[in-house]
């Protein structure tokens, strides 16, 4: 084992059991006498360029259990992406205060960024286990089942399409919600949970894995219109023509873009609106509403699965054992094994760095607009206990008196 202080940073958007991952490294690390102080980078790793750490050895468990129950990142997060250059700075800090492991919290950016500082520690001889720690909503990790922050976004998605689907069953029209997922659809899809009887919605599913063309998306909304006098819509933020353009492109005037130069897809709610419009304007339906979940499916409090937290705290834990107990640096990965059950393994760095997962083929319909029981049966236990579920009245009607009784 090595000897030394204990570095951890979460990086990335923050999710609801990002700060599980984040007490089962310190409350583990904090467990091994080799350990003198466990350290926590404020805002990932700006924070370590800029020596801004705090002590977490002086937390208290409690207040640490508590905080893990609590979505969002506790240390705070960046969007930087650290180039070599970046990572060389991280690696100076890391050596001069004496850091001999380095947890990072993240997806597959951050995995590309412990890969490097591991690389710079091994050309300078320098003694640092370097781990990295799976967390995205979007779960496009490589390797990995699934990984932490998705299941709890997916419930998020799940229950607010039941929801939706009610009110528009209430009150028929055209209702669309955009869904974050750049370059995966799992989190799209998974608002086919949401569904109880055959007509419910959502009746359109679109991910990313599949090209989208408008006129093809229109004819699909009026077929349904016309079967069910109604239609919901789940839009994958990621959603790109044949060329492989965001269809933001093709339908917005104006195009922001974020500091890495990504087109801004779902944060300005501008792809639903759009969307919108071209029902509106080309199929002539008047009730059209378009919604944009945005950063709630992210964080939001009182919509956990607790196979989510359970999985998120163990991943920690796990990090901090195959850095004590192992030789080489690496990036936790969940295997799912039986029916629902998971283990941990530690795959090599460059074998997750950098790399995206997206939907297999397995789990999409062959219409494009659906998935598969092979989708829901791997989701649902993700989901953990007490979804919540949808009832309706039996419409037994009674016969009319004036009219054509």
């Known amino acids: 084992m090595l000897h030394g202080k204990v570095l951890v940073a979460q990086g990335g958007g923050p999710t609801a059991v990002i700060n599980q991952s984040m007490a089962g490294v310190v409350l583990e690390a904090r467990k ?30 409690h207040n640490l259990e508590m905080v893990a129950e609590t979505p969002s990142s506790a ?24 850091i001999a492991y380095f947890f990072y919290i993240g997806g597959n950016d951050s995995s590309d960024t412990v890969r490097i500082v591991s690389e710079e520690a091994r050309k300078a001889d320098y003694p640092l286990r370097c781990m990295h720690i799976p967390k995205t909503i979007d779960n496009d ?40 997922g750049r370059h995966a659809g799992f989190l799209t899809a998974a608002s086919a949970l949401g569904k109880k009887f055959p007509e419910d919605g959502p009746h359109l599913i679109y991910v ?42 093709q339908l917005a005037k104006e195009i922001e873009k974020d500091a890495h130069g990504n087109v801004q897809l779902s944060g300005t709610g501008a792809l639903a609106d759009l969307l919108c419009e071209e029902i509106k304007g080309k199929l002539g339906i008047k009730r059209v509403r378009g919604d944009t979940f945005g950063y709630l499916q992210r964080s939001f409090v009182g919509c956990v699965s607790d196979v989510d937290q359970r999985e998120a705290r163990e991943v920690g834990e796990k990090a901090v054992q195959f850095a004590m107990w192992g030789q080489q640096d690496g990036s936790v990965t969940i ?35 659906d998935v598969t ?10 989901l953990g206990k007490g979804m919540p579920d949808a009832f309706r009245l039996r419409l037994n009607r009674v016969p009319k008196v004036l009219n054509g009784g």
Not at 217 to 245: P, Q, Y
Not at 344 to 350: A, G, S, T
Not at 373 to 382: G, I, K, N, Q, T
Request: some cysteine; proline content about 4%.
């Open 32 to 61: 091994f006498r080799n350990v003198d102080l466990v350290y926590g980078a404020y805002h990932g790793v700006r924070g370590i360029v800029n020596e801004d750490f705090l002590d977490l050895t002086q937390e208290t468990s």
């Open 75 to 98: 240390l705070g997060s960046t969007r930087d992406k650290p180039d070599l250059k970046y990572c060389q700075e991280i690696f100076k800090v890391l050596k001069a205060h004496g």
């Open 141 to 180: 990790l490589v390797l990995n089942d699934h990984t932490p922050g998705f299941p709890s976004a997916a419930r998020f998605v799940a229950q607010s399409f039941m929801g939706a689907n009610l009110d528009n069953a209430a009150l028929p029209g055209v209702y669309l919600a955009v869904v974050m």
């Open 208 to 249: 990313p894995e599949r090209t989208f063309k408008v006129d093809k998306f229109l004819s699909d909304v009026k077929m349904t219109m016309d079967k069910h006098g109604r239609c919901v819509v789940a839009v994958s933020e990621g959603i790109h023509n044949e060329a492989g353009a965001p269809i933001m492109t």
């Open 335 to 369: 295997q799912r094994t039986g029916f629902y059950s998971v283990d941990y393994k530690l795959m090599p760095l460059e074998a997750v760095a950098g790399k995206t997962r997206i939907m297999e083929d397995e789990f999409i319909a062959e219409n494009g607009t």
């Open 373 to 382: 029981d092979a989708f829901r049966l791997y989701l649902r236990p993700l």
